[in-house]
């Protein structure tokens, strides 16, 4: 005689799979798991979702009813929803470099207008945060110069900023992204890591470097009046000597040119969503 399982259990586990069934759809469906992407494991989901083998496996089967997943040998199973793959086909990124003062973010903003994409600009997005953890470290919240920004607050920064472009792609929405970039776009590696996740997703990708002399930039910086510019314009000579304007990323790129004098940025804003638009 077999031992009967109590109703309550069995209730127990007939939900958990259909939570998991359903968090799982919601993420398909949301982009984070893109078509034709295989799933992770069947021990790996029990783990995650502390819960067992057989509970994804119910779950699992859930999902392949309604054609969300394709189970294929050895437990491997793949996402099938072409219809996210066509929504997010024709994404585009513009990452848009340059120094202090450059008018990287003015560009975003006239591209924004001209094209109606979002646009993640990394002061706008994180300062907030910034200030706060610098001034919960014992820092100036307007430092940018100190190891400790550089080595802690910094990379968390472009983390964050990169992981928002990343889930407007996921989206199927175009995005342009704004922020210095000087030490990740003199970096093969971090180069090839960003086309490769704009190629992962469907979308294309356009950097972007803004170059501006080095008495057009001092005049930017000096208009908009921002605490966190005081150490460049205290030492100017001194920050000056440190750029290298002649600068260009290690990716294939566009360069605009925002020194006095130069071509109007609505126009080169322009001419750049054109040629974006013929890719």
Same mark, same amino acid.
């Given at each position: 005689m077999t031992a009967q399982s109590d109703p309550q259990d069995v209730l127990q #586990?007939?939900?958990?799979?259909?939570v998991i069934a359903q968090a799982i759809r919601n993420d398909i469906q949301a982009g984070r798991f893109a078509h034709g992407r295989q799933l992770p494991g069947t021990r790996a989901l029990a783990e995650s979702w502390k819960t067992s083998v057989a509970t994804i496996?119910?779950?699992?089967?859930? =999902? %392949?009813?309604?054609? $969300?997943?394709? !189970?294929?040998?050895?437990?491997?199973?793949?996402?099938? !929803? &072409?219809? @996210?793959?066509?929504?997010?086909?024709?994404?585009? /990124?513009? $990452?848009?470099? @340059?120094y202090a003062g450059s008018?990287?973010?003015? =560009?975003?903003?006239?591209?924004? #207008?001209? +094209? @109606?994409?979002?646009i993640l600009d990394k002061d706008t997005t994180t300062r907030p945060v910034v200030e706060a953890a610098l001034e919960r470290l014992g820092q100036s919240p307007h430092d940018r110069e100190s190891e400790t920004y550089l080595t802690l607050i910094r990379p968390a920064e472009?983390? +964050?900023?990169?992981?928002?472009?990343?889930? !407007?792609?996921?989206? @199927?929405?175009? /995005?342009? /992204?704004?922020? &210095?970039?000087i030490m990740?776009?003199?970096?093969? *590696?971090?180069?090839?890591?960003? %086309? *490769?996740?704009?190629?992962?997703?469907?979308?294309?990708l356009q950097v972007v470097w803004v170059r501006c002399d080095a008495e057009t930039m001092q005049m930017y910086i000096r208009r908009r009046g921002a605490a966190r510019d005081d150490y460049k314009l205290g030492n100017w000579a001194e920050y000056v000597s440190r750029l290298d304007l002649a600068f260009e990323p290690k990716i294939p790129h566009a360069i605009v040119d !925002?020194? +006095?004098?130069?071509?109007? =940025?609505?126009?080169?804003?322009?001419? $750049?969503?054109?040629?974006?638009?013929?890719?």
């Open positions: #586990r007939g939900t958990s799979a259909l496996n119910r779950a699992m089967s859930i =999902l %392949a009813d309604e054609g $969300l997943v394709i !189970n294929r040998a050895r437990s491997s199973r793949i996402v099938n !929803n &072409p219809e @996210g793959a066509a929504s997010k086909a024709g994404s585009r /990124v513009i $990452l848009i470099g @340059g008018g990287k973010t003015e =560009l975003g903003r006239i591209i924004a #207008r001209q +094209a @109606g994409w979002a472009y983390e +964050a900023l990169l992981a928002a472009m990343t889930e !407007n792609l996921q989206c @199927g929405s175009s /995005v342009i /992204v704004t922020a &210095p970039f990740e776009l003199r970096d093969k *590696a971090w180069c090839d890591r960003l %086309a *490769a996740t704009v190629a992962a997703h469907n979308g294309t !925002n020194s +006095a004098g130069a071509k109007p =940025l609505q126009d080169q804003a322009a001419e $750049l969503i054109s040629k974006l638009a013929q890719r």
